[in-house]
Each structure stands twice: as structure tokens, then as C-alpha cells.
């Protein structure tokens, strides 16, 4: 059943996290449908701008509404991640999400604050909910000194403020990921103190956490050996900090990374293992089995599992 997050947020709140997914394949699409009806787990699936760009979003909301009746009891809500006002007008007049993020993070809080709100209320016309993202997530680079990085993360003294003037239904914070496999460059890992400052002047509200993957050592081994050369610092948020950011009002904890480092392996070890085969489909079932397996792992993780 397509939900709305904000349903799921209210149950989850402080307890456990729902997984948001970005998908840009049919095996994908299939691969998270069956791991959500087989968990029993709420779940979103998201479309990026290069999603749209790679499948077109007609195609992608069609693989997502089919998995839908395929899955019947899947229960999940489609959103729009990362989206400027061209896709987050378009997502809205679609009819086909339940909520749009709007990414003004890198403008300034004034321009920040009136880009979000322009898209807030059009959304919520539709009863569509709305992601807004402050502070800067990526940027946290070695070159970088301390007061440089603080300058980037989301300052707590301003939450309060962009929510209300902005009326946004939930706040992806920089916190100290960054997307893509080379996370916490820097060595500082999640910043806990300001998750807590943040949710002490936003309680009950839904934080999100983007650059949520977890760049597992064993995988980029396996990629490396199937003569990938990922490189020696990758490495992303352990489950330890995954776990604890519940507590501190992390409602949703997006995905993308570690669906392509499998993607990546999968297809490594088939074209290494058996170089004889030229079939797509026989990596493409592999790499659906292996997708929902890790799936299941991470609803467990969020404590998710039987939570639909
Ligand atoms: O932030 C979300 C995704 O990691 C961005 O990936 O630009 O390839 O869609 P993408
Ligand atoms: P990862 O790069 O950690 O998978 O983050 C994905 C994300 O934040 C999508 O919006
Ligand atoms: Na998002
Ligand atoms: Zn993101």
C-alpha cells in the first residue's frame, strides 16, 4: 500500500527507522518490493534527479506501481530525493509521491528558507510531505580545518527557526556523513552532541540522515578481488552509530551506496567466475537475491522488521 511517511514517522519516532532507498533499476525495484513484503517492514523508495535522467520517471513509477501489485503488502511511500523546484513541481502535479525533498541546503538560510517553503506550499495542497535539508552534508574534507567542518553540519540554533518559517514535515540534518563510499574523510564520525542539541529544540520532529550506507569492509574485499580498485579509506556509518541516531529522532536513513557497491560485486564475481556466460539475466537474479538479503539485514538493523 503506497502510505504517506508521515504515518510511518509517528510510529517510528525514537524507536526505530525506516530505510529510504534509491532505486534506478528493475532489479532494484524488485529486489527492495519483495524484501519489504517479506519483512513485513515499512520502507521508501526514492527517486533521484539521475534516476530520472537514466530510467525517465514514467518508466520508474511504472516498475515501482507494478512491483506494487506484485508485492501486494508491500507497505511504502515513493519519494523525490534530492529535488530542485523542476522535480519537485513535477513530482507534485504527478500524483505519483507521497513526499519531495527539496535540496536548497547549499543557498543561504534566507534563500533556503523561501525556495522550501515555495515547494511546502504546493505540497501540502496535495497533502504531499516535505523533506528540507540545512546544513551541508558532503565537504567534510581533510583540507578542511575544525571551524571550516562546524561551519558546514546543521547548526542547532537554527532549526527551530527554518522549520517554522518553512513549515517542512521533516529535516535531513548534516551531521557528519557525507554520500558515496569515502565517508568521514575527516575521522569524526556521527556528531551525536549535535543531533541532541537539534532534537532538543525539535522534539518529536523527523530527522533524516542522508549518506546512510555502510560501505561494508567484506564487500569492497570482494570488489577489489574481483579486480575492482576501490580505494583503501572506504568506509561509511557502522551500525553502532546507525542504532544509536535512532534515539535522537533519526525517522529515515537513506540508502544508495551500499545497493551499488552489491551491484558492483555481484557483477565483478559473474563476469570473473564464470566468463564463459553473456546472459544478463543470471547476474540479474543473483543480484536481486543478494539486494533483498541485505535488505532484510537492514530492517533488522532499524528495527524495522514487522513494523508494516
Ligand atoms: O544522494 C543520493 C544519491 O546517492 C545520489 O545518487 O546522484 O547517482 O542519483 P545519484
Ligand atoms: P549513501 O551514499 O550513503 O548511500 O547515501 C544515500 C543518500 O543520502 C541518498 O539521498
Ligand atoms: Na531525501
Ligand atoms: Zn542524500
New binding site residues.
Given amino acids: 500500500m503506497h502510505l504517506s511517511p508521515e504515518i510511518f514517522f509517528k510510529n517510528c519516532y525514537g524507536r526505530y527507522a525506516i530505510p529510504a532507498v534509491n532505486v534506478f533499476t528493475m532489479e532494484q525495484v524488485l529486489g527492495l518490493f519483495s524484501s519489504g513484503e517479506k519483512a513485513k517492514a515499512p520502507f521508501i523508495v526514492q527517486i533521484t534527479p539521475a534516476a530520472r535522467n537514466y530510467a525517465g520517471p514514467e518508466m520508474l513509477i511504472a516498475m515501482i506501481n507494478a512491483a506494487a501489485k506484485i508485492f501486494p503488502k508491500a507497505m511504502y511511500a515513493v519519494h523525490m ?2 529535488g530542485i523546484e523542476a522535480h519537485a513541481f513535477d513530482a507534485i502535479r504527478s500524483n505519483d509521491y507521497k513526499s519531495v525533498m527539496i535540496d536548497a541546503s547549499h543557498d543561504s538560510f534566507k534563500d533556503n528558507v523561501k525556495r522550501t517553503k515555495a515547494v511546502v506550499v504546493e505540497a501540502h495542497k496535495k497533502n504531499i510531505f516535505v523533506e528540507a535539508e540545512l546544513g551541508v ?1 558532503s565537504g567534510v574534507e581533510d583540507d578542511l580545518s575544525i571551524d571550516e567542518k562546524h561551519a558546514r553540519y546543521t547548526q542547532p540554533s537554527e532549526v527551530q527557526e527554518f522549520v517554522e518559517l518553512t513549515g517542512c514535515d521533516s529535516l535531513a540534518v548534516a551531521v557528519g556523513t557525507s ?1 558515496g563510499a569515502y565517508k568521514f574523510s575527516g575521522g569524526d564520525g556521527i556528531q551525536f552532541a549535535i543531533l541532541e542539541e537539534i532534537q532538543r529544540r525539535l522534539p518529536e520532529f523527523p530527522i533524516v540522515l ?2 546512510g550506507s555502510a560501505v561494508n569492509k567484506e564487500e569492497i574485499e570482494r570488489i577489489n578481488k574481483a579486480r575492482g580498485q576501490l580505494m583503501e579509506g572506504a568506509s561509511g556509518v557502522s551500525p553502532e552509530e546507525i542504532v544509536k541516531s535512532i534515539a535522537y529522532g533519526v525517522c529515515k536513513i ?1 540508502i544508495a551506496t551500499d545497493t551499488r557497491l552489491l551491484w558492483t560485486r555481484v557483477h565483478r564475481e559473474f563476469f570473473r567466475d564464470t566468463p564463459e556466460l553473456f546472459d544478463p539475466v543470471i547476474p540479474g537474479k543473483t543480484y536481486m537475491r543478494e539486494y533483498e538479503k541485505f535488505m532484510l539485514e537492514k530492517f533488522e538493523l532499524l528495527g524495522a522488521t514487522n513494523k508494516a
Fill in positions: 530525493d534530492h552534508l554520500h542522508h549518506g537513506n
